[in-house]
T-cell receptor, first 114, second 117 residues
Framework: SQQGEEDPQALSIQEGENATMNCSYK?????LQWYRQNSGRGLVHLIL?????REKHSGRLRVTLDTSKKSSSLLITASRAADTASYFC??????????????FGQGTILTVHP | NAGVMQNPRHLVRRRGQEARLRCSPM?????VYWYRQLPEEGLKFMVY????????ESGMPKERFSAEFPKEGPSILRIQQVVRGDSAAYFC???????????????FGPGTRLLVL
C-alpha cells in the first residue's frame, strides 16, 4: 500500500504515562505531518517535520523522522485524559503530480485513562 | 481569524439526489483540498484546487463527483446521483500560497457528514 502503516492501531495508557505512535511509509517525502482527531470532529494539526529535519518538539509532543528507515514517531509525554483521540500521520510526497496532497495512514486510537 | 469553514455540517440525502458541500478557506489561503473519510479509516485525498483551477484530481471518482473553487465564493464539492457508498465525512483543508518548494501545513475544517438513505 502506498499509504504505509501506523502502529499500534490502538493504545491504552494511564494518565501521566508517555505514549509513542509510529508511522512508516514507502515513497520519498517532502514533509510529514501529524494530526489529532477527536471522535466525530475535524483534524487538528500538531507538528510538521520536513524531510531534512530529524526531530521537532512542541510542548509535550516530540516527533522524530528517519528518512533512511522511512519512519516517523510521535511521542506524547505526561499524557492527560484530554489527549484521548485518534492520531494520524500524513505524508506530503515528493515531486511530480503528488505535489499538494497528503497521504494519511490508518491512524492510532489513543485512550488515556484518568 | 476564522478557521476553515464547512457547511452544512450534516447532510442527509436519498439515493439519486445531489449533494453540494461548501468550504470557505482560511483568510489569505489560496489552496483548497478535499478529503473523504470512511468510518474507522484515515482520510483519502480527492482533489486539490487553487482559485479557478483544478491542480490535482487524481483522487476523484471518475463519475458523479466534481469540484470547483471560483474566483469569488467558497469551494464546492458536488456529488450527483448519490449512492449509499458515498456516505462518509468529507473534509476540506486550506493552505497559504507556497513558500518556494516547501509545502505548507494544511488546516482542516470540521467536515461535512453525508448520509445517503
Amino acid at each position: 500500500s502506498q499509504q504505509g502503516e501506523e502502529d499500534p492501531q490502538a493504545l491504552s495508557i494511564q494518565e501521566g504515562e508517555n505514549a509513542t505512535m509510529n508511522c512508516s511509509y514507502k515513497t520519498s517525502i517532502n514533509n510529514l505531518q501529524w494530526y489529532r482527531q477527536n471522535s466525530g470532529r475535524g483534524l487538528v494539526h500538531l507538528i510538521l517535520i520536513r524531510s531534512n529535519e530529524r526531530e521537532k518538539h512542541s510542548g509535550r509532543l516530540r516527533v522524530t523522522l528517519d528518512t533512511s528507515k522511512k519512519s516517523s514517531s510521535l511521542l506524547i509525554t505526561a499524557s492527560r485524559a484530554a489527549d484521548t483521540a485518534s492520531y494520524f500521520c500524513a505524508r506530503a510526497n515528493a515531486g511530480g503530480t503528488s505535489y499538494g496532497k497528503l497521504t494519511f495512514g490508518q491512524g492510532t486510537i489513543l485512550t488515556v485513562h484518568p | 481569524n476564522a478557521g476553515v469553514m464547512q457547511n452544512p455540517r450534516h447532510l442527509v440525502r436519498r439515493r439519486g439526489q445531489e449533494a453540494r458541500l461548501r468550504c470557505s478557506p482560511m483568510k489569505g489561503h489560496s489552496h483548497v483540498y478535499w478529503y473523504r473519510q470512511l468510518p474507522e479509516e484515515g482520510l483519502k485525498f480527492m482533489v486539490y484546487l487553487q482559485k479557478e483551477n483544478i491542480i490535482d484530481e487524481s483522487g476523484m471518482p471518475k463519475e458523479r463527483f466534481s469540484a470547483e473553487f471560483p474566483k469569488e465564493g467558497p469551494s464546492i464539492l458536488r456529488i450527483q446521483q448519490v449512492v449509499r457508498g458515498d456516505s462518509a465525512a468529507y473534509f476540506c483543508a486550506s493552505s497559504p500560497p507556497r513558500a518556494g518548494v516547501h509545502q505548507e501545513t494544511q488546516y482542516f475544517g470540521p467536515g461535512t457528514r453525508l448520509l445517503v438513505l
